[in-house]
């Protein structure tokens, strides 16, 4: 079977969620290559991280060794560049983040190649990947294919769960000397991320968002309290993120971040469509609002009209009787 080239990036540790999701998407396809550099200059995987990438069925792991590779991230552009001219990969698979969308742009130009990002679902094809993405701020889901050399596809979080399928695999190393495109791109300054303790908000299994019907950012730590019960993340509205309830960081939408989990919660949102933008290829849609025309609902696959602060308590009093 042809190769895959799946990116996974640095690893610090553990192999983010995401790169596992590549890889189980990669096997439909042929046989994944997992493409990947330790965390700081030169640094093995790890023994874990190895083990990691190889249950989720890398055949190959490509371990980059290089000292500059963090401060110049467009250089995964001259690293991919180079293993697609070796082994005619059948598709490139990376994420469909500010970052990988970026790669992957950079990519496609080099090897002349097509590009298709925000991928929801990558299948094969008699004239190569068949890729389903969702359009017009998800109003429509196209189906779509590469047609010219090597199809580059950068596919959203939560898209697949992620499913092991265990081998052996070999690992090759290769130094890196950046080129001259590599370099005149470089990280000035970089700030660490306060960690909640949650899972990131793109990556996240589950998502509980609050709006408006919230009434104050006082009210937030009820939605705060239903993510952890769920062990998901906490998302928010941009009309909360506008009045100073939460912070930008969190805002769901076209304007903030998009998330696809397998569950979100939407609580005391109307869901305006800057808002559905963000999160309406989420695979089951739960929503609690007081207001039965609201907009919301016309997505949402469950619905509760009624006081969220009525009905969240309630919820969390279920789950904890459940989990005795």
């Known amino acids: 079977m042809a190769e895959v080239v799946v990116l996974v990036g640095h690893v610090a540790g ?26 700081g200059p030169g640094t093995e995987l790890g023994a874990e991280a190895l083990e990691t990438l190889g249950r989720y069925g890398a055949r190959r792991v490509h371990l980059v060794e290089a000292d500059n590779l963090e401060e110049h991230p467009v250089g995964w552009v ?37 590009v298709l990002t925000d991928a929801v679902d990558v299948r094969p094809g008699p004239s190569g990947p068949v890729v389903s993405q969702w359009a017009f701020a998800a109003g429509y889901q196209v189906t779509s294919r590469v047609t010219r050399s090597v199809p580059i596809i950068a596919v959203k979080p939560n898209a697949v769960a992620p499913v092991p399928e265990p081998v052996e695999p070999s690992v090759g190393r290769g130094g890196l000397e950046l080129d001259e495109a590599s370099l005149r791109t470089r990280v000035t300054s970089r700030a660490v991320r306060q960690s909640t303790g949650r899972p990131q908000l793109t990556e996240a299994e589950v998502v509980v968002s609050g709006g408006r019907g919230l009434g104050g950012a006082e009210h937030f730590g009820l939605v705060e309290r239903l993510a952890d019960a769920l062990g998901g993340a906490v998302g928010a509205s941009r009309a909360a993120v506008d009045a100073g309830w939460y912070p930008h960081a969190y805002q769901v939408g076209q304007t903030g971040v998009t998330v696809s989990p397998q569950l979100y919660l939407a609580l005391g949102i109307s869901g305006a469509i800057q808002h559905r933008a963000g999160m309406q290829t989420s695979k089951t849609i739960v929503a609690v609002n007081k207001d039965p025309e609201a907009p919301i609902f016309e997505l949402a696959d469950h619905g509760v009209v009624g006081d969220l602060f009525a009905v969240v308590p309630q919820l969390l009093d279920e789950i904890a009787r459940r989990r005795d």
């Open 14 to 39: 553990q192999v983010r969620k995401p790169s596992l999701e590549l890889l189980t998407l990669a096997r439909r396809l042929g046989t994944p290559v997992a493409v990947c550099a330790g965390a």
């Open 78 to 114: 001259q690293i991919l560049a180079d293993l697609a001219g070796d082994t005619a990969p059948e598709a490139v698979l990376v994420e469909s983040t500010p970052e990988g969308r970026e790669v992957a742009a950079r990519l496609a130009v080099r090897l002349g190649s097509g």
